[in-house]
């Protein structure tokens, strides 16, 4: 949890560019709702489009639920399932690596001047930070994230489990955290199989960076 303190820490610091971090972070919710437009306007994807696009890679803050985190990580030890703890660190650690991104970007938005982005701008400051074998990490744990609970919501006790304990989690402290995850394994239950989403998302990403890194058009 200790890069996620740093990032807190980082947003807090005098001087950090707020404002050029909310545009970037709005630049990239409306790319990827025109990027994934025809995908997630399908009634079965939809769910499953807002949390994965928007909660998990979409850079949003997540301070709160990752204090509540390192609070009660015990607790949860006990009462979750190894395969719900993966889920979380995975969910956690995209979040964490998207936002470190994205205040990288806001810092180089800073640094050029500019007070609006558009594609041309976002490569040119996507660039300007680098870091792509980053970038490819962070597209990969998208994959297997998504595998991960897509292969989660298959199991009637996983599912049986997580309502089980909403109660016991908000009692115990952790119930953002127990909302989080039963609202992403919800989602992905309303896909069926949601093995094309999850292709799709890896595909198209992976397009979308090398085109960022490659060039300015």
């Known amino acids: 949890m ?3 303190h740093k990032l807190a820490a980082g947003l807090d610091a005098p001087g950090f560019p707020l404002a050029e971090l909310e545009l970037v ?3 990239q919710r409306q790319r990827l709702a025109r990027t994934y437009h025809d995908l997630i306007s399908q ?6 489009g807002d949390f994965f696009l928007v909660e998990l890679y979409g850079g949003l803050h997540f301070r709160e639920r990752d204090q509540e985190m390192e609070r009660v990580l015990p607790v949860m030890v006990k009462m979750l399932r190894d395969e719900m703890l993966l889920a979380l660190a995975q969910a956690f650690e995209l979040q964490s690596m998207s936002l470190g991104f994205d205040m990288d970007m806001a810092k180089a938005f800073q640094q050029s001047g500019w007070d609006q982005l558009n594609r041309t701008r976002y490569g040119e400051i ?3 930070c680098g870091r792509a074998p980053e970038r490819v990490k962070q597209i990969e744990l998208i994959r297997r994230l998504g595998l991960e609970l897509n292969r989660l919501v298959h199991h009637r006790l996983v599912m049986f489990l997580i309502r089980t304990i909403r109660g016991p989690a908000r009692a115990a402290g952790f119930g953002l955290l127990q909302s989080f995850l039963e609202q992403g ?3 992905f239950r309303t896909m069926g199989d949601g093995t094309e989403f999850i292709d799709t998302i890896w595909r198209k990403e992976s397009e979308m960076m090398h085109q960022f890194m490659a060039s300015d058009k």
């Open 2 to 4: 200790s890069e996620s």
């Open 126 to 128: 996507y660039r300007v």
């Open 25 to 27: 972070q709005d630049w």
């Open 43 to 48: 009634p079965r994807y939809r769910a499953a």
């Open 185 to 187: 394994l919800r989602a």
